[in-house]
Every structure is written in C-alpha cells, then in structure tokens.
C-alpha cells in the first residue's frame, strides 16, 4: 500500500472537458506537491501547496490541499492534448523528515 | 541553465554484472535523492543524501545496491551483481531543503533506463 494514493490511475478524455485528480493519505505532511511527467523525462515540479485549505492557480490548473492536510486536487479546465501526461503527487510526512515520496500517478491522455 | 545531469543514459547488461550510475545535481543544491521507476512500483524513494551525508537508504536493497556522494558534485549509484528484476528507469533529483520539517522540491535528471538481460 502506498502512502500516497492516486485516483484515477488513468483517465483518457476528449480536448476540452474537465477533470479532477486526488492525492489522497492518512497521513499528514506539511506540504504537498505535484509534478508532471512526459515519457523519456524525469517529473518537473508543478506547484507545492503548503497551507490547509490553499488553492494555487496555474492557468487552467487548480491545485487544492485539504483542510486536515492529508490530501490534495488537481482540477484541470478545458483540457488541452498538451496536458497530456503522467501527474504525480508527492510530499514527505511530518514525521518522516524530509524523505519525499511519490503516489502511483495519474496517466492523462488528452485526445483532439 | 541549472539541471541535474546523469550518464549513462540507457545502459544493457548482462546478468551478473556491475553498474554504476551517475548524478551531477545541481550546483548548490543540498539534497540528492535516487528513485527507481516501473510501470508496477511507479517511483520508489532508494536512498536520500543531505549535505552528502546519506540520510536514508532503508528502500534499497542493501546485498547488491550501493549509494555514496564522494563530492557535492556527484552521486554515485552502483548495483552488484545485476540481476534482471533491476531493469528500470533510475531518477536521481537534487533540490534544497533549507530547515528540518520543509519538504525540498526536486529538480530530476532524465534518467538512466536499465535493462538487465
């Protein structure tokens, strides 16, 4: 069982809809981040939510980090095929100092 | 500009045989840390450097895996004997973790892809 886990694991959608994505644990970290995947690379870091209740916008990517601090969303609005991607959550619990762990990823497919 | 640089990029080997992996973080950077990555496992945390000093390598397996930074700028991976449930992609990421409780953002090479036959 992963500390971090990610739901769905895969979603495939048409250019335009909207989607969620859940980071979820019983744990708690003092921050969340996400990141976003493209095969051949390593993940590049999207945004870090650090506050419970925080929302951070990135265009047309909304990022939420619940109130308890145990989980987290990713809302994207009129998908784009260049979102297309495997989104991963990360952060490190609080009581395991620094120690950054990934969830299992959502792998987005954005069709034209 | 500033990115994590590793070599080899993709490397075969035969069963039995040592790899070494390299990582240059980024310079300033003092953190390091090594995943592996499979389509079953996703990313797996294998071992965790601060300040050169490793910090936890409790998901390696310690018979075969080795990690050690012999300077700020470079990470070393080394797995021996080489077996073929090693093939993966092997991330190394450099970020800054300035205070105890902050969780460093990481900043990934492209990795090394492995393929033990």
């Known amino acids: 069982t992963q500390l971090l886990e990610q739901s769905p694991q895969f979603l495939s959608i048409q250019e335009g809809e909207n989607l969620t994505v859940y980071c979820n644990s019983s744990s708690v970290f003092s921050s969340l981040q996400w990141y976003r995947q ?24 909304t990022f939420q980090f619940g109130d308890a ?3 987290s969303s990713l809302h994207i609005t009129a998908a784009q ?18 120690m950054l762990t990934f969830g299992g990823g ?6 034209p | 500009d500033a990115r994590v640089t590793q070599t080899p990029r993709h490397k075969v080997t035969e069963m039995g045989q040592e790899v070494t992996m390299r990582c240059q973080p980024i310079l300033g950077h003092n ?16 071992a965790y450097f601060r300040n050169r000093a490793p910090l ?12 050690e930074m012999p300077d700020a700028t470079l990470a ?12 993966a992609v092997y991330f190394c990421a450099s970020g800054l973790g300035p205070k105890t409780g902050d969780t460093p953002e990481a900043f990934f090479g492209q990795g090394t892809r492995l393929t033990v036959v």
Do not use: H
């Not at chain 2, 990555?37 to 294998?46: A, D, I, K, N, V």
């Not at chain 2, 936890?56 to 990690?67: C, E, I, L, N, V």
């Not at chain 2, 991976?77 to 449930?85: A, F, G, T, Y």
């Open chain 1, 81 to 98: 095929p260049g979102d297309t991607g495997l989104y991963l959550c990360a952060g490190a619990p609080v009581r395991a100092g620094n």
């Open chain 1, 69 to 71: 601090r145990k989980d």
């Open chain 2, 76 to 87: 070393t991976l080394k797995i021996q004997p080489s077996e073929p449930r090693d093939s």
């Open chain 2, 56 to 67: 936890d390598d409790s998901g390696m397996p310690k018979d075969r895996f080795s990690a």
């Open chain 1, 38 to 61: 493209e095969p051949g690379e390593g993940p590049v870091l999207l945004v870090t939510v650090v506050t419970g209740g925080e929302v951070k916008k990135l265009k047309r990517l």
């Open chain 1, 106 to 111: 959502t792998r987005l497919m954005v069709k």
């Open chain 2, 31 to 46: 953190t390091v840390f090594w995943y592996r990555q499979t389509m079953m496992q996703g990313l797996e945390l294998l």
